[in-house]
């Protein structure tokens, strides 16, 4: 057994950096954070090292994102600024993913959240089992969904984008697929000959290709692209309309009138007037900025001035208290109303 939070070694030219803090589900900290970046940086100045291969040692699932209980915890300690450190690290870690010099695979089960989808979302070449969900629950604990995820889904049409980050909704691996969040989705069953043949491929000359060929096969001989009527993108499209709304607003009076006689829209409608009215305001927001610029580095940076504003508000506090701490799931948003939502504020942290 390791106890070490990240296991860090390397072998046939190959690097290998294992989440392992298997109780928290590989919850991020900033041990954890400093770890893996400290890795990478290891790994792509040595010349011995082609790849990296990014997993997670524990069965328990890939990564339940951030620590989001420390971070609640240094606002109740008044240690903001060691809250902003920590979200300006984790950013750090995720533009580092997003713009190595060398390939970077991800392989992925179970959980795949938050600050662990800015690990894996990145990644240059990303599998996923088949029993792996990913989600960006952010709006319900009263935050900004962070992490460059934003940068990710411009990739895709904006009505699924918006639809995904607003509800917060868990999606499988063959909608991430479709949302630009995985590239391979293969049984669970398969996980160690898939990762065998992940590790043959690292060690080929033409690494790229070896790579591209597996995702290939798997992709094509599950057919995981292919949209079913019960995909998330599928419901999404049934509430095109409203999910094109120009702000949160407007989504909402949209989805309101959809959902008098269509049940997915009532569903989306439910879940949206339970999350928090200004993390539901700048979510789009933000979204909506990283599509002008559709630049990863301007995400990020308006990813972290967010969170240092939505970290410091009572709503963080009360989300997590709610969803995680005392789990009544009933939190008590300021402002209750959607009306009454400071959206200017939201605009001035942006462009500050």
């Known amino acids: 057994m390791n106890d070490d939070e990240v296991i860090i070694f390397s072998k046939d030219k190959i690097g290998f950096i294992q989440l392992n803090r298997p109780k928290a589900i590989n919850a991020l900290n900033l041990n954890m954070i400093n770890m893996i970046d400290a890795a990478l940086s290891e790994f792509e100045n040595d010349d011995l090292i082609d790849v990296v291969l990014l997993e997670s040692a524990t069965k328990r699932g890939f990564c339940a994102g951030g620590d989001i209980r420390l971070s609640r915890q240094y606002i109740l300690d008044g240690q903001t600024q060691e809250m902003y450190d920590f979200f300006k690290k984790e950013y750090n870690l995720d533009g580092h993913i997003a713009k190595y010099k060398k390939p970077i695979v991800v392989l992925a089960d179970g959980i795949v959240m938050g600050g662990g989808l800015g690990l894996a979302g990145h990644a240059t070449y990303r599998f996923a089992t088949k029993n792996t969900i990913f989600a960006m629950p952010e709006a319900a604990i009263g935050f900004v969904c962070d992490c460059g995820i934003d940068f990710l889904l411009t ?63 798997e992709n094509d001989s599950s057919k995981t692209t292919s949209l079913s009527k019960e995909s998330f993108s599928t419901k999404v499209n049934s509430c095109k309309q409203a999910f094109s709304g120009k702000n ?33 305001s700048a979510i789009i927001i933000s979204h909506d900025k990283a599509r002008t610029h559709q630049d990863i580095d301007k995400t990020l940076e308006t990813d972290l001035s967010l969170a240092a504003m939505m970290g410091k508000r009572d709503d963080f506090a009360e ?16 402002p209750k109303c959607q009306n009454e939502v400071d959206e200017g504020a939201v605009y001035a942290q942006i462009d500050k």
């Open 319 to 334: 989300g997590v208290r709610a969803v995680l701490i005392d789990k009544d799931q009933n939190p008590n948003w300021q």
């Open 155 to 217: 990739k895709i049409e904006r009505h699924i984008s918006l639809a995904f980050l607003l509800s917060g909704q868990a999606i499988s691996a063959n909608d991430a697929i479709e949302l630009n969040l995985t590239d391979c989705v293969f049984p669970k069953e398969g996980f160690p000959q898939i990762r065998e043949q992940l590790l043959k491929a690292m060690k080929q000359e033409n690494i790229d290709a070896a790579i591209k060929k597996i995702i290939l096969k």
């Open 248 to 280: 949160i607003k407007q989504i909402k009076n949209l989805l309101e009138q959809q959902a008098k006689s269509e049940q997915t829209a009532k569903e989306f409608y439910d879940i949206l007037q339970k999350h928090c009215p200004t993390s539901l």
